[in-house]
């Protein structure tokens, strides 16, 4: 059904893809990916970590990992040796896409729509990631009329893409989307929930400027409700007003934490 081929002239040198070698049916399954049986589940501090200490694998861990959890990615059990498990890593993006994931298995990729012979096989990289992607500002090759730009991971956000995709996203990006209802922060924030107690915690993940809306609470303002930790009064790196917006008072670089005097606020 699908043939591998060379793509260095669309993707730069030894990049390859896949295209399709019969025609498929809309709604046919083109392949059942084994990723999530074989792969590690590691945290974006781990993986950093990783990178840090053995910069070689930097680009092996970010374009080979996914994420499962807002704070957990899947890589490759063979990532030492920088090898994939499952060719299914050789489905390009495309803003256009002809692929995605079938809703009842976050494992089967299924077509869109009809593929003709020879054409590219592509799924969206926003059915898979949020903002918090390793890849987060790769430059789009897609070529397409509506094509991006640079891969932000942020179209989940957009009411209009959740129409038209939302069947086609991992469980994981399905799970964002209905959270949005109650749960909204930054797109240049991410939740980090690997930490000894497992209690999750709100960061920057690009730098915040004095006075951005970073957060945005749906019903009782609580810690639990968008992870922001309490502190106290003078030593909170963010204030809610009376919309039940939640704004930066200082400058807060990535990585750092954000925090809110919960005080009178309940």
């Avoid at 781990?46 to 910069?55: A, F, G, S």
């Avoid at 012979?117 to 992607?133: K, R």
């Avoid at 209802?181 to 000894?196: E, G, I, L, M, V």
Wanted: proline share 4%; aromatic share 10%.
């Amino acid at each position: 059904m699908v043939q591998l081929l060379d793509a260095h002239e669309k993707y730069g040198d030894g990049n390859q893809m896949l295209v399709a070698a019969e025609p498929i049916a809309t709604g046919e399954k083109i392949w059942w990916c084994t990723c999530g049986d074989d792969d590690y589940m590691m945290s974006r501090d781990e993986i950093l970590h990783l990178i840090e200490t053995q910069p070689h694998l930097k680009n092996f861990l970010c374009f080979y990992s996914y994420m499962a959890e807002d704070d957990m990615y899947m890589i490759p059990r063979s990532f030492t040796a920088q090898q994939n498990n499952d060719e299914c890593v050789l489905f390009n993006h495309s803003c256009e896409p002809n692929c995605g994931f079938d809703s009842g298995d976050g494992n089967t990729i299924v077509a869109l729509r009809p593929i003709a012979i020879g054409e590219e096989l592509a799924y969206d990289y926003h059915f898979l990631e949020t903002e918090a992607s390793l890849i987060r500002g790769l430059e789009c090759k897609c070529e397409t009329p509506s094509c991006v730009g640079r891969i932000m991971f942020d179209r989940y956000r957009d009411e209009d893409f959740q129409k038209q995709y939302y069947q086609y996203m991992s469980p994981y990006l399905q799970s964002r989307v209905r959270e949005l209802k109650t749960k909204w922060y930054s797109s240049k924030c991410f939740t980090r929930s690997a930490t000894p107690n497992k209690t999750k915690s709100l960061h920057a993940l690009e730098w915040i400027r004095t006075g951005e809306v970073v957060a945005r609470f749906s019903g009782l303002i609580s810690a639990e409700n968008h992870f922001i930790r309490a502190a106290e009064e003078g030593e909170a790196t963010c204030a809610v007003n009376e919309h039940k917006q939640v704004i930066a008072l200082c400058d807060l670089p990535p990585e750092a934490e954000l925090t809110l005097n919960y005080h009178g606020k309940l």
